[in-house]
């Protein structure tokens, strides 16, 4: 058997002796009672899951590998974007590529970025700009290319702003 737990941290809270910390317990008694059928997969980010870790001596001493897994790189999140689109029957107009690269680039210095799950929130973003955007449009000038293609009007980058603390004020928008 195989249990996987992503996000296993979100099993905790601030207080000891929780449903979350009993449910721990009952995790680690199934990993002993069952080590030789069972694995037990504990996934998140590794700030949070060295708290979650230590919160059970006996967990951490039941888990054999520790794998970290990087964040994918900006070339690589414009790859996913392009197997998305793909899957999808859209396309990126080539005006638009510089500035969801520009977009990926912003993302990926945010804390507990969300790599795949931010490259789908993106595109999700831009399919509802594109709607908007042909919905307000002449019926008429509508085709079925311009149905499946994405400008860089469809990346707004309001959508995409964090609010970041730099020299103690808050500033809203990219930061670099």
């Known amino acids: 058997s195989v249990l996987f737990i992503d996000e296993a941290y979100a099993l905790l809270d601030d207080r000891t002796g929780s449903f979350g910390d009993e449910a721990i317990n009952t995790i680690v008694q199934e990993m002993e009672n069952a ?22 001596p006996g967990l951490n001493s ?9 964040d994918y790189n900006e070339e690589e999140l414009f790859e996913i974007v392009r197997l998305m689109l793909q899957e999808q029957n859209l396309k990126l107009y080539t005006a638009a590529v510089p500035r ?5 680039a912003s993302g990926c210095r945010q804390e507990n970025f969300g790599n795949g799950r931010y490259i789908r929130n993106v595109l999700d973003k831009a399919k509802i700009k594109q709607a908007s955007r042909l919905v307000a449009s002449d019926p008429s000038i509508i085709t079925d290319e311009n149905i499946n293609i994405l400008t860089i009007d469809d990346f707004d980058y309001r959508s995409y702003q964090t609010i970041t603390l730099v020299n103690n004020q808050n500033v809203i928008g990219f930061y670099k």
Do not use: Q, W
């Open 62 to 70: 039941r888990i054999a590998y520790h794998i970290n897994f990087p």
């Open 100 to 104: 969801v690269k520009s977009i990926i």
């Open 35 to 56: 080590r030789e059928d069972t694995i037990v997969i504990f996934a998140g980010y590794p700030k949070e899951m060295e708290y979650f870790l230590s919160r059970n």
